[in-house]
């Protein structure tokens, strides 16, 4: 049984994906995190605040939301009280990271895929170079020169971005002038009507009104700027692909709640229970309330010392081991898993446990696909946009940003909130005026985590699994699945048949 290992560029981070292929179709599939970095060791010792400068560098892309979990770890150990402008000016700089971020990863890292030679006999092939061909295509240099005005806003806000620390216990640091904020709402509006025409090619209101499958159906074929747009071109060329029903995993799927909506605001979340993106666990097609406590990090499979089963983060240890010939564990990440399931964090599980209409109809028909994920990835901005216009229209230049909650004092908090790729979650003890434990799960532990105790495939794991490959040299399956996942790593990788190497390959740079 052939087993191959693809390299997974065009993602963050270092990442090996093996696979064994019976038939031309995945059998079984294993996700390796191939880089320590230890984070939680590092903090270990220092000054509560520390946490606030440091933590923000464990990601270059969502930094942003790194430094929202170890802010709000924070405000419940210090039980800070912050104030509404805080909060949407929290929430602002954090989706203004979101909204550019989708819209690189739909169109610079997984349409590059679009390209690959193995789809040359595709009606749509060279209309998809025309837009997607590395450092070249129409929609690769135009999303290039757009998105990053995004980002101002948070360099705005923020002082700067990446890493900035601009959030503290009890509120953020200063109140953006009214002229600050104007720029901000302008740069807003400005990257909002470049998305209506570049990606929807129409309004935003318009598409929301899709509400199903039929709906979006009739949306393509209503106005040839739909067909044309981005979403429209990615709908027709994903059908060719296959994507919608590649890549559908266990059906778990997790958000822990993020966007709180502030005291006074005319934003409405889904559920009016107090989040823009509401916490709950979709499971069998039932979704129950978020339990914090329900969640557990195994290490069976992870290179760091062992324990029994899984440990809730409070009580969990971050020790590195790997002897590098045991064979058993094979991964950096540890496998959270969520009352003892693997659980998929990200856009489309946000979508469906939001309720949204359309992604919920996608999944009820095929199934949390490649597609389903990449679709709700695409059409987040239209919701997100919205509200964050709303926000700094609400906010005012001379407003309470900030309320002392005095010194941190020793004590446990727990920050959760949702990055790009889903759920960031941050658990801190304070003993003694010092850091005595920090644990981070990201949201690729969630998705690309190894198996667990009991030996269940992480999400990305199983949704690799009957994925057919067509050509074992060039395997742009399952990549296709992989970066659907929007993983946080990066490797080079070699191909093993029988267990013995048998070259190195690249995938997916395109012809």
């Known amino acids: 049984m052939p087993t191959i290992q693809v390299p997974m560029n065009r993602v963050e981070g270092d990442l090996e994906v093996k696979a064994e292929i019976e038939d ?11 880089m320590y970095r230890g984070f939680e060791r590092l903090m270990i010792g220092r000054g509560p605040l520390d946490g606030l400068v440091i933590t923000p560098r464990v990601c270059g892309i969502c930094t942003t939301s790194h430094l929202t979990a170890a802010v709000l770890a924070l405000d419940e150990i210090a039980h800070a009280d912050v104030p509404p402008d805080a909060v949407r000016l929290r929430n602002v700089a954090l989706m203004a ?3 550019q971020s989708d819209v690189r990863q739909a169109t610079l890292m997984y349409a590059a895929d679009f390209v690959n030679p193995a789809h040359r006999d595709l009606p749509l092939f060279e209309e998809a170079v025309r837009r997607f061909a590395a450092f070249q295509g129409t929609t690769v240099l135009d999303v290039v020169r757009e998105t990053k005005k995004l980002l101002e806003i948070v360099a705005i806000v923020g ?3 990446p890493h900035s620390s601009f959030m503290v216990p009890g509120g953020i640091v200063s109140m953006p002038s009214e002229s600050d904020l104007a720029q901000c709402r302008m740069i807003l509006r400005n990257y909002s009507k470049w998305y209506e025409r570049r ?4 309004s935003i209101d318009r598409f929301n009104a899709v509400r199903s499958l039929a709906d979006l159906d009739a949306w393509l074929d209503e106005k040839k700027e739909h067909a044309d747009s981005e979403l429209g071109f990615f709908i027709r060329y994903a059908r060719q692909l296959g994507l919608t029903d590649m890549g559908v995993g266990h059906g778990n799927f997790l958000s822990v709640g993020s966007l709180p909506i502030p005291e006074g605001s005319s934003v409405k979340g889904p559920g009016g229970n107090g989040y823009l993106v509401p916490a709950g666990f979709l499971r069998e097609g039932t979704i129950s309330p978020f339990d ?3 969640i557990a990090e195994h290490v069976a499979r992870s290179w760091f010392v062992d324990y029994d089963g ?7 240890v971050t020790l590195p081991y790997a002897s590098g010939d045991e064979g058993v564990k094979y991964s950096w990440a540890k496998a959270p898993r969520y009352q003892g399931h693997p659980a998929e964090t990200g856009p489309v599980a946000e979508l469906l446990i939001a309720g949204h209409p359309l992604i919920t109809d996608l999944v009820a028909a095929h199934g949390a696909s490649a597609f389903a994920r990449q679709l709700a990835r695409m059409i987040r ?5 919205p509200a964050m216009d709303t926000w700094l229209q609400e906010a005012t230049g001379d407003g309470d940003c900030y309320r002392s909650p005095g010194e941190v004092p020793d004590g446990d908090g727990a920050g959760m909130c949702h990055a790009g790729r889903g759920a960031v979650g941050h658990w801190v003890k304070i003993r003694d005026g ?4 920090y644990q981070i799960i990201t949201p690729t532990a969630w998705n690309a985590s190894p198996r667990d105790s009991a030996d269940v495939p992480g999400p990305m794991e199983q949704a690799l699994v009957g994925t057919r490959v067509k050509d074992l040299e060039n395997p742009v399956e399952l990549g296709h699945v992989v970066r659907s996942f929007d993983p946080c790593l990066v490797c080079t990788v070699h191909t093993l048949r029988g267990g013995r190497s048998a070259g190195q390959l690249r995938v997916g740079l395109g012809p």
Not at 434 to 437: C, D, E, F, N
């Open 97 to 99: 990271e979101h909204s």
């Open 199 to 202: 990606l929807l090619g129409c």
């Open 381 to 385: 901005p239209a919701i997100n946009m």
């Open 310 to 316: 899984g440990r809730h983060p409070f009580e969990g």
């Open 159 to 161: 002082g700067q971005w």
């Open 292 to 294: 914090p406590m329900g």
């Open 24 to 34: 031309g179709v995945v059998t079984r599939a294993w996700c390796t995190g191939t």
């Open 434 to 437: 010092a850091v005595a434990s």
